[in-house]
T-cell receptor, first 112, second 112 residues
Framework: DQQVKQNSPSLSVQEGRISILNCDYT??????FLWYKKYPAEGPTFLIS?????DKNEDGRFTVFLNKSAKHLSLHIVPSQPGDSAVYFC???????????FGTGTRLTIIP | ETGVTQTPRHLVMGMTNKKSLKCEQH?????MYWYKQSAKKPLELMFV???????ENNSVPSRFSPECPNSSHLFLHLHTLQPEDSALYLC???????????FGPGTRLTVL
């Protein structure tokens, strides 16, 4: 049973436009969410996180939105740049069990 | 060296071989992790060490044996693996178990 789901395996976006990556979760005990970015032949790199007490967190071009009632989070990248082409993973953890549960990833391709 | 390093980067082994994967973190963190990433599957947490003590073992077969001699080093000893164990093995570290995890580049393991 996959508790963190990224239903879009791939996404293509024009350079300069907004990229929106989505993630759904089923465990209502999750209270901390993270996004990681992975280039080929490298390990995942932490991008941005959000606690369940917030519904938005922004860091430069990256914004994460959390909708607790829908058990949904999204990552917005604006404007998208060619260097953003990578696989993006969302992850979640919950109080009392701090292990991270990952989604399967979405491959983002930015078209110049 | 900075961040999290892993050696070797690639490993091919037979089912009767014994080999070890090494991870070293240069970040002063107190928690280290082993993950397995198989094709089209989420990252699967295998082991967690916090302050050099194993705190989680996610039902991993005994043919995988972790060792954490100090807070900077983590090993994964491999013995009589199966072809289905072929995957990317990622090491990560964090300061405390809730915080963002920093990943190494991974070891691509192929079991023949």
């Amino acid at each position: 049973d996959q508790q963190v789901k990224q239903n879009s395996p791939s996404l293509s976006v024009q350079e300069g436009r907004i990229s929106i990556l989505n993630c759904d979760y089923t465990n209502s005990m999750f209270d901390y969410f993270l996004w990681y970015k992975k280039y080929p032949a490298e390990g995942p790199t932490f991008l941005i996180s959000i606690s369940s007490i917030k519904d938005k967190n922004e860091d430069g071009r990256f914004t994460v939105f959390l909708n607790k009632s829908a058990k949904h989070l999204s990552l917005h990248i604006v404007p998208s740049q060619p260097g953003d082409s990578a696989v993006y993973f969302c992850a979640a953890s919950n109080v009392g069990n701090e292990k991270l549960t990952f989604g399967t990833g979405t491959r983002l391709t930015i078209i110049p | 060296e900075t961040g999290v390093t892993q050696t070797p980067r690639h490993l091919v082994m037979g089912m009767t071989n014994k080999k070890s994967l090494k991870c070293e973190q240069h970040l002063g963190h107190n928690a280290m992790y082993w993950y397995k990433q198989s094709a089209k599957k989420p990252l699967e947490l295998m082991f967690v060490y916090s302050l050099e003590e194993r705190v989680e073992n996610n039902s991993v077969p005994s043919r995988f044996s972790p060792e954490c001699p100090n807070s900077s080093h983590l090993f994964l000893h491999l013995h009589t693996l199966q072809p289905e164990d072929s995957a990317l093995y990622l090491c990560a570290s964090s300061q405390d178990r809730r915080n963002e995890q920093f990943f190494g580049p991974g070891t691509r393991l192929t079991v023949l």
